[in-house]
């Protein structure tokens, strides 16, 4: 079968979120069927009706971080007349210095962006594997390749979840499910706080709209193998300059460094006034 399928069924957790939203107008309007997953279950309705063939679309409202709600998610898609794709998106992120993140916040980082991609995918693997057209996608971050002072966190998750993805990707390269990774510089989402959007500014640090973001996702759907992909010009050539010669970064960072702490501390006072 072509990996081009008429109606997939795509598992799309963090629909209501910026990106979710993005990536489900898309491909809803290519024809694919969607199983929409967020918490916020009003957005997750408004979305649904508000895409291509709503009647065909289906919402779930789950705290991804409890077991009960990944279980939830898991029994409704094997509920489903199959599972095509899943797309794991829903992620979190806070931009402080370490010493300003309490053991919670260190926990739900690396859970929801690394542990329940993790698990959801392990769960969901039989269930992809009856699929003649079964692709995973892991959405990253270009701070996942590029440690980022003020994200050592999210850093740490992504950077974790490359690691899952590439060696998920080899473990699945006898079978059928493709598995694709890819990562997104800043994207003009609620992910970023008023903090993060002013150090994007002071730093000129280029942002893409949550559609770019969507294309080069449903892109990866048509590829006949798993990918990595990272987006954006120039940090595409910073990823492979920081692994050759990570002294590089380390030294153009060091110099950015008052402003991330700046900014970093700002954003920690009420009302962000920035
Ligand atoms: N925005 C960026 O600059 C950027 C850059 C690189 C990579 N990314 C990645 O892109 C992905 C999407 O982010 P976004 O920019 O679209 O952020 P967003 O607008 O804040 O959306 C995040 C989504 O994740 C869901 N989510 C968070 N915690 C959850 C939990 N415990 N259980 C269930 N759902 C949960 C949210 O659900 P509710 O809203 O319903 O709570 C929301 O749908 C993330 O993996 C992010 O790391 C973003």
Redesign the pocket.
Known sequence: MSTRQQCRTVLL????????HAIARLLAEQGDRLLL????AD?LEQLRCSLANPGRHRVLA????ESA?RRELVQMCRGESGLDVLIN?????RFALLGDLDDRELADILH??LLVPMALTRDLLPLLQQSPAAAVIN?G??FGHIGHPGFTAYSASKAGLFGFTEALRRECADGGVRVHYLA????D????TPAVRALNRALRNK?DT?AVVALQCSNLLHKASGQRRFIGWPERFFIKINALFPGLVDSALSKKLPVIRRYAKQGELPGEAL
């Open positions: 957790t963090g629909a209501s979120g910026g990106l979710g997953q967020g918490r916020n957005r789950a705290d991804l971080l709600g998106n829903a992620g979190i992120s929801t962006n959405i971050s270009t997104p510089r800043a994207v989402t609620e992910l970023n942002a949550p």
